[in-house]
């Protein structure tokens, strides 16, 4: 499928090249590898399979050499699976079909929008009054853009996004299938037993680099942005709340939701189905266990799991006490016995 | 960005005036605003920056109005909150783009359907055999409206959005981008090893002044309706599953869920991700905490919270005992030697 | 509403009918029925209505036969439910609108695509470059697909879906609205602080017989298949990430999320709102309660609920001690009372 050379690979990188410059023809598991394959030890716990592996060539840290039968080819690197991500990325650049610039027929493009002539915008798409859609980028079919919202360059917008008006979306932006950017915030004020409607006036803006994964939700502010920094990336079906700030080079994973006003800081990683509370802040650098939930702000730095989340070895912990607790009942009521009777014997009277 | 002076604000809901009638330029909160700004005080809380603020005018409630200097402009209401939302409504109105009248050409509109003639119907939307949209509702690019479907008046239907056939939508009803009214329930019947697929015959109802987030999903019956009740607003990415009730003037934020044949109360509140159980039925005025598992039926009035879900006083108990359970093991531990200590004084043997 | 006669519903199913072959316009439970009505008696906690049900006609298991009175008219059979959803099966087909084989005049098909001449395709529907869709099946108005993907034979896909590029999608397969088939796996290698993209090169198969509910989001790999297996079934809001493999036979309920590389089983039943992490193993016929948090491989057969998730029995011992632990913690503050003052009777000292 994938066709290089070690060398290459090593190049990529910046890596060292150990043995012979070989032919690879495809990318594997080290315990499935047949020869002529790539694998790659990412995982230090999986340095024992190197000895049988029948990969022609593996990418490995610095330490794993040692490991490696002599003569085996190895690309020499402090980061692996980076490595790994480059060789994909070149094979995915052989395959990849040239968007062809130009706006489809049947695409709707209001007079008053611009759309760079660089620009490929698929069939049926709708680009509203006022738009402005960057050179490089691709509009795929079915998209929805609206009035005075911007996309820079170099973007990729897949197939039935909706975009709503005044959003300003940066470069090298990429929106998966199905997401829905500015709709409304969820902002009422209860009237009586009603609830009246507070129009969300704001916008949102992705800066560059973000990328937005199927079926995301990302509202509009009521008042000002919702803000998502450079470089940060949603999986599928993330909801960002109203006036949320996200900084840069976070990681949300899938169904995780933020609610309103919170701000979320840079390098955070979100595991999936987190749910953040509102008006509190996440610090930088912090990372959250699948399904916790985030009742209070957390300072930089901290690991985080559990519902209410708390600091994830005492969240463990926690989690290993509930475990046993059961018998922990049973011992108790035991204890409870034993002591009634330590009493009886010492003539003392209690109640309960 | 808005302009509106005091007076307007406070006839806006009935409020007093108090102080001159002055000209106000934007919202912001009370400690970051500038001289022409309005502030409203919803959270007792910051009452103590009334004292402070830049901000020219200030919306109060009556117990406040001591709190701030003399000379400064007040609007005095017992709702700031809901006064806030109008003075925003307000502003909204004056940016909003009226939606002119009319099919867009490249629409389908099934020659079989009605669209009322002061109907907006965007790019590219769908209208199937027999569907109709009632006046003045906007129907967006890329919507989807099935057959026998119909819209009453006044409604909007973002883009993106696809409403199946049979479903009966209210006068003021709002549907936001990406979300799917009136999918297939899910329902099989065991044949053996395999699903035999239960067809869902029934339909959707959206009652009056419904508004329903982007990416939900409101399953049509199997046989019935599922019903959402007047006034009723959904959140992104809530699911509602087949032959579900929802009341009147609930709100279920985001990612919520509530599975088949449940009936929902009026005026509830379930935070984001609640899960609710089927064939169950959640009382009138209920809160429910955030990422709550509701397993049963909750009485009217109830708070509750945590899985499974339980009032929510007792849950907090719950949870705080919890978290001091790993030094309650050790206690326990020690309190046990203790006993075995004791008891060996006395000459008590015990097993374990 | 339904019009069908005692004597049809037992042949659907190969059941008995006793009693009269009577008239049957109507399906209703057994205590809302009125003459005329066929009701089922599924679960036999409800066996007791039997007797009380004015229903002309019961679906029943032989050993409620006793339970209803002479002469009213039983359909008996080991599996009422699946003889019920039969009648219904029947009953849809009759008021089932046939789709009228072609393609819309304003939908898009490229010129090297395969569309059956018996394919319904709907308006403003997108099929790009080498996709093939096979006979009989319906493309709804506004969905997308990607350039060499294919869609079998008496496949059903509703509108606003997008099926991105090289996907293979079987016979039967229904895919309902606003679901994604196919986008981007979530994968990034570390670059410093940035996150470098790992292209994301695979498909995804869904097999014969699948049904993807509305909204959900299935991943391409990003080298070789994300494989949904035959007959399987997800509600709406289901999450699958990259590389998945799900057996056959399996129901996903609403809003679960399986992490990447996972393998789930056949037969499998996830409640909704399940979280699955990546890499490991659901076994077969494993049952596993809503919102659990699955962290660790399942072998074949367990009930698993809980986060996080443990064998559904312990699972509600642990979930019923935490109901208990806030007395129970008083208790061991009591008994701790009762030791010290056991000890200072004989003289024992401890610093706690």
Redesign the interface.
């Known amino acids: 499928m994938i066709r290089v050379r070690a060398g290459q690979v090593a190049a990529l990188t910046g890596s060292e090249l150990r043995g012979p410059d070989v032919d690879l023809s495809n990318?594997a598991g080290l315990r499935e590898a047949q020869p002529g394959d790539l694998a790659v030890l990412h995982n230090p716990r999986y340095a024992k399979f190197l000895g049988e592996t029948r990969a022609s060539a593996v990418i490995v840290r610095p330490e794993h050499v040692a490991d490696s039968p002599a003569g085996r080819t190895l690309i020499v690197t402090d980061?692996p699976?980076?490595c790994?991500?480059?060789v994909?990325?070149l094979?995915?650049e052989t395959?990849r079909?040239k968007p062809v610039p130009g706006v489809?027929p049947?695409a709707?493009v209001d007079p008053t929008a611009t759309v760079d002539p660089t620009c490929t915008v698929?069939?049926?798409a709708?680009i509203?009054a006022g738009a402005a859609i960057g050179p490089h980028t691709v509009v795929?079919?079915?998209v929805?853009v609206?009035?005075n919202s911007t996309i820079g360059r170099d973007g990729l917008v897949?197939?039935?996004?909706?975009i709503?008006?005044n959003c300003t979306i940066g470069d090298r932006v990429?929106i998966?299938?199905?997401?829905?950017i500015g709709?409304?915030g969820?902002?009422?004020?209860?009237?009586g037993?009603?609830?009246?409607?507070?129009?969300q006036?704001g916008t949102v803006v992705l800066e560059d680099d973000v990328?937005v994964?199927?079926?995301c939700?990302i509202?509009r502010g009521?008042?000002g942005p919702t803000t998502i920094r450079r470089?940060t990336?949603l999986?599928?079906?993330v909801?960002v709340?109203h006036n949320v700030t996200v900084g840069e080079?976070t990681?949300l994973?899938?169904?995780s939701?933020i609610?309103g006003s919170t701000t979320v800081g840079d390098?955070v990683v979100m595991s999936?189905?987190v749910?953040v509370?509102g008006h509190i802040r996440i610090g930088n650098d912090v990372k959250i266990g699948?399904?916790a939930?985030i009742?209070k702000s957390v300072p930089d730095g901290m690991n985080v799991s559990g519902?209410?989340a708390?600091d994830h070895i005492?969240a463990r912990?926690?989690?290993?006490?509930?475990?046993?607790?059961?018998e922990?009942?049973n011992?108790?009521n035991?204890?409870?016995r034993?002591?009634a009777?330590?009493?009886a014997?010492?003539g003392?009277k209690?109640d309960?």
């Open positions: 990318l980061n699976y980076l790994w991500a480059k994909i990325a094979y995915a395959i079909v489809h049947t709707v698929g069939a049926h709708v509203d795929c079919p079915l929805y609206g009035r897949y197939s039935n996004v909706a709503r008006e990429i998966h299938c199905g997401s829905v709709g409304d969820f902002g009422y004020a209860q009237d037993a009603r609830q009246f409607k507070i129009p006036v990328e994964g199927c079926a939700t509202d009521v008042f470089g990336k999986d599928n079906q909801q709340a080079d990681l994973i899938a169904q939701a609610a390098r999936g189905q749910g509370h699948a399904q939930g009742t519902y209410p708390m005492k912990r926690r989690e290993a006490a509930a475990m046993m607790l059961p922990y009942i011992k108790i035991r204890m409870e034993r002591i009777e330590l009493e014997k010492l003392i209690h309960a």
